[in-house]
DNA sequence: GCTTACAGAATGAATGTTCATTCCAGTATA
DNA sequence: TATACTGGAATGAACATTCATTCTGTAAGC
């Protein structure tokens, strides 16, 4: 097994661990027996758990983006540019429990507090394409006139839940009712 | 110190304490320190740690409930009940941040799946005024026609990160954003 | 081709720390 | 005095991290 392959071992075993049993039931012994590797080749490849955590969570998140980017033209109107990021988050949020999961609970730490606070202090980097949207269609006057972060807060705050229960099989979310769901967003944001 | 102020104080500390710095956060030596007890004495008003975290939650739903329920009334018509409660849990969160946060503590654990699960398959009681409102909203046409789950999260999910948002002050809610944020809930949701 | 030597990688038992919980000597209450 | 309650030290389990030792692949020497 080369070097590369072991650490992506590794990685896969900490993403699948953590997002099913939290980062509390997750000892590193654990993590090193599921990537088939000793407890001390760990630290090998990640200075200590913090490390190996926030480099999982910045790998997850570079493979959303790419997954999202991939589908998405700036061109169209704004109505349609929302509908296609809200169905394409929310699918891959349903194809990939492991990392939605992952990401939850990433974010309910003390891990994505310190995340947040960076980000929306502007300290980190985003390349993010909801920002863009939010904005271009404020000054269109299509999206209603509240900060930034409500806007988020009426996209993403029922997109996680509704993820959630699917996947938790609460509900069973089909391609309808997905496109319903991300357009009844579109309708608490419009003006 | 009587029996039920000593039990209140403990209740009070582990509040605090676990709504500031999680549930992992907070050792039992540091709850009884700030209570003002020894750390054995907990063990004689809560069997574990466990029963002490869920008789909490459920001590603070039942405050919640009974705010929100002060000033509400079933036979104003739908979407006026909608806003008002909307803003009156939203007014409650902001009210009392430590509850707030300590309610996003516990749904994001494992105490809150389990919660959560009892509650969706209908073991649990709910007196649940949200519930009577949307299917009779359903109902009445006046309320898209989606599982309770998606209405609950059209609802919820954006209030919850605007109240973290505004208790970590990353944003500040007055009365008439607050007022806005819930009606463009109430747009997502209606027909 | 075959052996030997060696650096770097991998291992997992041992260590030290952090807790939840228990226990009991001391203190209050009746 | 008898009973119940309390504090906080003691216990033991869980876990991250370390490090002495073992393994492995490569290359030099023959």
Redesign the pocket.
């Known amino acids: 097994?080369s070097?590369a392959e072991?650490r992506d071992e590794i990685v896969r075993a900490a993403l699948e661990i953590i997002a099913e049993h939290g980062?509390?039931?997750?000892?590193?012994?654990?993590?090193?027996e599921k990537?088939?590797?000793?407890?001390?080749?760990?630290?090998?490849?990640?200075?200590?758990?913090?490390?190996?955590i926030n480099e999982l969570y910045r790998e997850l998140e570079d493979r959303i983006y790419a997954a999202v980017l991939a589908g998405y033209s700036s061109d169209k109107p704004i109505r349609e540019r929302f509908i296609y990021l809200g169905t394409a988050v929310l699918g891959y949020f349903i194809a990939n429990p492991l990392d939605f999961r992952y990401l939850e609970q990433f974010h309910n730490s003390p891990y994505g507090m310190a995340y947040r606070r960076d980000r929306i202090s502007g300290k980190k980097e985003d390349r993010d394409m909801y920002r863009e949207l939010f904005e271009e269609g404020v000054a269109q006057q299509v999206i209603k006139d509240f900060p930034l972060v409500v806007l988020f807060a009426l996209t993403f705050g029922p997109i996680l839940p509704v993820a959630r229960d699917h996947i938790l099989n609460f509900i069973v979310l089909d391609d309808d009712l997905i496109l319903r769901t991300i357009e009844a967003c579109w309708d608490g944001v419009k003006r």
Chains 1, 2 share one sequence.
């Open positions: 097994m070097k072991k980062f509390h039931g997750a000892p590193m012994a654990m993590i090193a990537a088939g590797v000793g407890a001390g080749t760990i630290y090998r490849y990640f200075e200590n758990k913090d490390v190996l």
